[in-house]
């Protein structure tokens, strides 16, 4: 898809992929509104953006919070026009130390599939007929590898992307024909705040740049067109033989 | 009308909240060539309409219009947004102390405010008063304290959307949300487009009838003060896209008709047409047309709208598609037969039959 010009609307947007992507995705020319909780790095964030001569905005809110999507929704659209790419990065591991399922609580359960599942399809939800009227639109879910595999202590956090992964396909089996696409990225382990959570043990040095996977995705939007819709990607994989090229 | 009493003899009685199953709302068509109509489902509008034929819909989406304020003066006051001013303005219609439970019109008046008076409106949240109609003090024009995501973040934690006497309980924005709602630019639900769910726009899609949007910002269907009612529909601000456009254009050159979901899309496409010399053409920009019966549509062949009583400034808007008296016996016939109005009511197709 075509980037420059388009509103863009990334969750989880104050840092690590999220927050790459938004830098990403300003640099094609994109018109970004992030979003994230905390409103102070979401700011810096924004203020980094436009510092680079990018368009972007910072929109605190909780995408678990049902009474929050149609907040986020209306107002990204009243700032950067209506939203052409909906990017569902947002996402929480729960509880960390991660722990077996026998020890999660139900209630640490529920708020990961509030946010990582419910609050994505809320989004979707809100956005995705406009979508359809205008004949355009894509929905980014941004995955993990915990979708397709069972790995212990990943309970929580595993059995929302699977999920997550399932609702793209059922999207995208849904709208097809109406112009709206969907496409599920598996980033791959990255040294973020949220790997740090989930493994500490883990050397940085093994783990990717969050911007260089941001590259990557940017890099699947813009040939999404050859991307079948729903399908499930992994961005070390993606062959990358489109030059990234600077919007003129 | 009092709460739970019966309406008047010949007034279609108001739906009092949102249905489950939009098929099985009612559907009056109405043919203003053959003078018939014929009742139906919502559910059958996909086997009225056909192949090349255009639905053209308001994608605004409702934004929580109604806040409530306080004087510097310490009195109440309910703030309902009526529509963006230049220079990052809004004009608001005030109401004095009490709440939706009061209908609009018996609302008590609001405190008379001059300009540079301001308004709480819940946290450290402020607006300012910038200008006050010399007609009726209730509409006044403001400046909010703050713009930018700060601006939409407050009116959407401070904000709810505008109420309604005649349903039964407080409407969530989720309840005044059409299925494909994009900006919020409307001050109250573009309702004609409500029951389109995505089921019935999916098999509309596949009888070849498309769908094509204009954004449009309606703005409030009341004001509680007779001589600014009378001055209803302000002025409102549209915008027409390029793809609507050629939608519009591809819908003529195969025969196809083109029905506006709403009297907000008929004011957007007619208001352009009549600022370019009865051509539709892409762009934005604020309408003042009032249309009724002496209005010759350039652009619209059809309505697909609420049940609208006669002597409402919707009900002159619909005698450009077909003679009052038409009208008025199909508005009695669907008063006489359990059809219901206002936001969450049936629909009329008024149209032509291919």
């Known amino acids: ?114 946010v990582n599942l419910v609050g994505p399809f809320r989004l979707t939800k809100v956005v995705a007929g406009a979508m359809a009227v205008r004949g355009e639109g894509l929905v980014v879910h941004v995955t993990s590898d915990a979708s397709v595999n069972a790995y212990a202590r990943w309970g929580a956090y595993g059995v929302s992307k699977a999920a997550l992964d399932h609702l793209a396909r059922i999207w995208a089996a849904e709208m097809e024909g109406t112009g709206v696409r969907f496409l599920t990225v598996d980033p791959g382990e990255m040294d973020t705040r949220m790997h740090s959570l989930a493994m500490p043990e883990a050397d940085p040095a093994s783990l990717a740049d969050p911007a260089a996977v941001a590259d990557r995705v940017v890099s699947m939007i813009l040939g999404s067109a050859e991307i079948a819709s729903a399908a499930r990607v992994e961005a070390a994989a993606w062959p990358g033989e489109r030059p990234l090229r600077a919007a003129s | 009308m009092a709460r739970g009493a019966p309406p008047p003899r010949g007034v279609v009685t108001p739906a009092t909240w949102p249905r489950d199953e939009p098929r099985e709302e009612r559907l009056l068509l109405l043919d203003p060539a053959a003078r018939t109509w014929t009742d139906a489902r919502f559910g059958d509008l996909p086997g009225v309409l056909g192949h090349g034929d255009l ?21 109440e006051v309910e703030v309902r947004l009526a529509g963006r001013a230049a220079g990052g303005e809004w004009w608001a219609v005030l109401f004095g102390a009490g709440d939706w439970r009061t209908r ?62 005649h349903v039964r309980a407080p409407l969530a924005l989720w309840h005044v949300q059409t299925g494909y709602a994009a900006r919020p630019w409307a001050v109250e639900l573009p309702s004609a487009g409500r029951a389109l769910s995505a089921g019935l726009r999916r098999d509309l899609a596949d ?104 002597g409402s400034s919707h009900f002159e808007l619909l005698q450009a598609f077909a003679p009052r008296d038409l009208l008025a016996a199909a508005h009695a016939h669907a008063a006489a037969h359990g059809y219901l109005a206002h936001e969450f009511g049936d629909s009329c197709l008024i149209l032509r039959a291919s």
Not at chain 1, 35 to 51: K, Q, W
Not at chain 2, 55 to 75: H, I, K, M, W
Not at chain 2, 106 to 121: E, F, N, S
């Open chain 1, 1 to 114: 898809m075509n980037i420059r010009g388009t509103s863009a609307l990334v969750t989880g947007g104050s840092r690590g992929l999220g927050a790459a992507l938004g830098r990403a995705l300003a640099r094609q020319g994109a018109r970004v509104v992030l979003v994230a909780r905390e409103e102070a790095d979401l700011e810096r964030t924004a203020a980094a953006i436009r510092g680079e001569g990018g368009l972007a905005w910072a929109l605190p809110g909780d995408v678990g919070d049902k009474e929050q999507a149609q907040y986020l929704a209306g107002a990204a659209a009243a700032l950067a026009g209506p939203v052409d790419l909906l990017v569902h990065n947002a996402s929480t591991l729960g509880p960390t130390p991660l722990r077996l399922l026998l020890d999660t609580d139900c209630e640490d359960l529920e708020r990961v599939l509030a």
């Open chain 2, 55 to 75: 639905l053209v819909v308001n994608d605004a989406a409702t934004l929580p219009a109604s806040l409530r304020g306080r004087t510097e003066a310490g009195q």
């Open chain 2, 104 to 165: 609009t019109e018996d609302r008590d008046a609001p405190p008379v405010l001059r300009p540079g008076q301001r308004i709480a409106l819940g946290g450290d949240f402020l607006a300012e008063v910038r200008a006050v109609d010399p007609a009726s003090a209730r509409l006044v024009r403001l400046r909010f304290d703050r713009g930018g995501p700060a601006l939409w973040t407050a009116l959407y934690r401070h904000g709810r959307p505008i109420q309604y006497a």
């Open chain 2, 207 to 310: 009888r070849g009838v498309r769908l094509a949007g204009v954004t449009h910002a309606a703005g409030l269907s009341a004001t509680g003060d007779p001589a600014l009612d009378a001055r209803l529909p302000l002025p409102e601000q549209f915008e027409i896209g390029a793809r609507t456009v050629s939608a519009i254009a591809a819908a003529r050159a195969q025969g196809g008709r083109v029905v506006a979901v709403g009297t907000t899309v008929v004011r957007a496409l007619e208001g352009q047409a009549a600022r370019h010399g009865g051509r539709i053409q892409a762009g934005a920009g604020v309408t003042d047309l009032v249309i009724g019966a002496g209005h010759r549509p350039r652009v619209v062949d059809g309505l697909l709208t609420g049940l609208h009583e006669p």
